[in-house]
C-alpha cells in the first residue's frame, strides 16, 4: 500500500486542487484555468494565511522570465472568477495592497494511497471536456442589430481576415456567431473561444480541439493541411489579452492555407496586413432633451432592448410618455452598451424604474447578475470592467482612474493638467489616452471644434470607484479644481479656456 502522490489534493471548500496531476475540480467537474493561474494557484494555497509578493507569483508561473505585473493581475483576476471568488460568501483569493496576494480559505491537505476508492482520483486528462463546441448553439437574433449581420455575412464572404472590435458587454461575440450560422459557403466552421488561453502553445492546443486534432509537435502543419483542402471558417473569440500571440500564428496559416478565413473577436484590432476591421458600436439611443413619444422613443435600439428586457425580468406597467423618456435616459448613461442595459432592465421588476434609476449611480448597480450560463467575465459589469481592467498596463490604469475626475468632455490639455505626474510623464500619460481610446474605455468626441474625450458612463463610475480605492481621489481632486480655476480666470479666452467651455457645453442634461 503506497502513497499515491497524483490523487493527493487540497480540499477548500467545493474544490479539490491536485497539484501533481496538475487538475483543479469544483464539485467533481474539472475546471479549465490554464497553466499559469494554476501555479499561482498552488503556490497561494501551499502558504495558506501568508501574503505571497507579485514577484514571487512571477516566478511561480513564469520560471526564468521577466514579465509585467499586469500579467499577474490579468492572471489573479481570472483565477478568481473561475474559483467563484466572492460568490455566495466563497473568499479564496484577496490582494493585499502593495504587498501581494493571500489564500485566506482553509484549504486542508489529504494523501491518498492506491488502493483506496477510485473516486477519490483526479479525472483523467482525456476525461476532460473539450475547450469549446465546434460553433455555440442556434442565437436568436439580438434587437437593432439586423443591420450589422446583413454587413458582417457580406464582409466575412468577401475577405479571409475579419476582425469585429468593440467594448465589452457590445455583442461582438454573439454578432460572429449568428453571421457564422448564415453563412453556408464554408464546408467547416470551427469556433475556438481563447478567454482562458495564456500563451501561443495553449491557442494552438485549442485551435487543434475545435478541428479535430490530436495535439502534437508538427500541430501548425496540420492545421494548414486540415484548412487546405476545403473552404474553412475558423472564429478565434476573445483575442485581447493574446493579440500578439494570435497575430503571430494569423499571418502564416492565412498565407499557407488559401481556402481559410478567420473572423477575430476582441477589444482592439491587430494592426495586420489584410486584417479588415468591423467596428461594432454600442446600440443607438434617442439623443437629450427631445421631446418624443412613447411610440418614437420605442423606435430606438437601445430603448427596444431594455423594454424587452424588463418585461422578461417581470416588469408590467405600461410605458406611457413619462417612463419612456426615463428608459431613454438610463440606456443614455448606460452608453447604449447592449450587456449593461440588459442587467439593468432586468431588475426594474424588482425595483421600478425610477428605483433603478436611483440605484444606478451606487456599486450595487455594477454588481447585478445577468444569465447563469454567460461567461463570468460577463455576469455583471463589475465582471465585464475587471476583465478590461486587469488587462491594461499599470501606466494606462493610473490614467483611466484619473480621468474618472472629469464629469463631461475633456481635452488632452486638461487630462495632462490634472492626470499627469506623480511619475507619470506628459508623453507616458499621452501614450495612455490613445490605449484607452483603442481599448474603447475613453471615447474621442469627433464632432467639429477641438479634440475632446468622454469616459463612457459605466466606465467612469467603475474607474472612479477605483481612484476612491486608491487613495488618490483628494490630491486628483484638487488638481482638477486648480485647473478649473485656472481656466476661469482667462474668462474663457485661450486653447484651454476654450476646449473647456466646448466641453461644458456639450454636456447632455
Request: overall charge negative; charged content about 25%.
Amino acid at each position: 500500500m503506497g502513497d499515491n502522490p497524483r490523487a493527493s489534493f487540497f480540499a477548500f471548500g467545493p474544490h479539490r486542487l491536485y497539484p501533481v496531476a496538475r487538475i483543479l475540480t469544483r464539485d467533481g467537474l474539472t475546471v479549465q484555468i490554464g497553466s499559469r493561474a494554476f501555479d499561482m494557484l498552488v503556490a497561494l494555497v501551499e502558504r495558506q494565511g501568508e501574503v505571497v509578493s507579485r514577484r514571487e507569483l512571477m516566478n511561480f508561473a513564469w520560471p526564468g522570465l521577466t514579465v509585467e505585473d499586469s500579467n499577474v493581475r490579468v492572471q489573479i483576476a481570472h483565477l478568481r472568477r473561475e474559483i467563484h471568488c466572492g460568490e455566495n460568501g466563497e473568499r479564496y483569493v484577496v490582494s493585499v495592497a502593495g504587498r501581494g496576494y493571500s489564500f485566506v480559505a482553509s484549504a486542508e491537505w489529504r494523501e491518498m494511497v492506491d488502493d483506496e476508492d477510485s473516486s477519490t482520483a483526479p479525472p483523467r486528462v482525456q476525461d476532460m471536456p473539450p475547450y469549446g463546441p465546434a460553433l455555440p448553439a442556434r442565437l436568436a437574433k439580438p434587437i437593432g442589430r439586423e443591420e450589422n449581420l446583413v454587413e458582417l455575412v457580406q464582409m466575412i464572404g468577401e475577405r479571409r481576415f475579419v476582425t469585429v472590435v468593440g467594448a465589452g458587454g457590445v455583442g461582438k461575440t454573439t454578432l460572429v456567431v449568428l453571421a457564422a450560422q448564415e453563412l453556408k459557403q464554408f464546408d467547416r466552421v470551427h469556433f475556438v473561444d481563447l478567454s482562458l488561453a495564456e500563451t501561443s502553445e495553449m491557442i494552438l492546443q485549442r485551435i487543434a480541439v475545435a478541428m479535430g486534432l490530436e495535439a502534437e509537435p508538427d500541430i501548425r502543419s496540420r492545421l494548414v493541411d486540415k484548412s487546405h483542402s476545403c473552404l474553412t471558417l475558423l472564429i478565434v473569440d476573445n483575442c485581447e489579452h493574446l493579440l500578439d500571440e494570435v497575430a503571430q500564428l494569423i499571418g502564416p496559416l492565412l498565407q499557407k492555407a488559401p481556402k481559410l478565413h478567420i473572423v477575430a473577436t476582441s477589444r482592439e484590432a491587430f494592426r495586420l496586413p489584410g486584417e479588415t476591421v468591423y467596428l461594432l458600436k454600442p446600440l443607438a439611443v434617442p439623443p437629450p432633451a427631445s421631446s418624443l413619444s412613447a411610440l418614437q422613443t420605442r423606435t430606438w435600439p437601445a430603448v427596444r432592448l431594455f423594454i424587452d428586457r424588463a418585461i422578461d425580468g417581470g416588469y408590467q406597467d405600461e410605458i406611457d410618455d413619462e417612463r419612456a423618456d426615463l428608459i431613454a435616459a438610463l440606456c443614455r448613461r448606460l452608453d447604449g452598451n447592449p450587456l449593461a442595459i440588459e442587467l439593468v432592465a432586468s431588475r426594474t421588476g424588482a425595483y421600478g424604474l425610477e428605483r433603478v434609476s436611483e440605484l444606478l449611480d451606487n456599486q450595487m448597480a455594477m454588481c447585478w447578475r445577468g444569465s447563469r450560463y454567460a461567461p463570468l467575465r460577463q455576469q455583471n459589469v463589475q465582471s465585464m470592467l475587471d476583465w478590461s481592467y486587469a488587462c491594461l498596463s499599470e501606466t494606462d490604469q493610473i490614467a483611466l482612474r484619473r480621468l474618472s475626475i472629469f464629469t463631461c468632455e475633456f481635452s488632452l490639455d486638461a487630462a495632462l493638467a490634472v492626470a499627469g505626474g506623480d511619475g507619470i510623464e506628459d508623453v507616458q500619460l499621452i501614450g495612455a489616452v490613445g490605449n484607452l481610446v483603442d481599448k474603447f474605455l475613453l471615447v474621442f468626441q469627433a464632432e467639429r471644434g477641438p479634440a475632446l474625450f468622454k469616459l463612457p458612463g459605466i466606465t467612469r463610475m467603475y474607474a472612479a470607484n477605483k481612484l476612491t480605492s486608491s487613495g488618490e481621489r483628494g490630491c486628483i481632486d484638487k488638481r482638477h479644481a486648480a485647473y478649473e480655476r485656472r481656466v476661469n480666470s482667462i474668462s474663457g479666452f485661450g486653447e484651454g479656456g476654450l476646449r473647456e467651455d466646448a466641453a461644458r457645453a456639450s454636456v447632455a442634461p
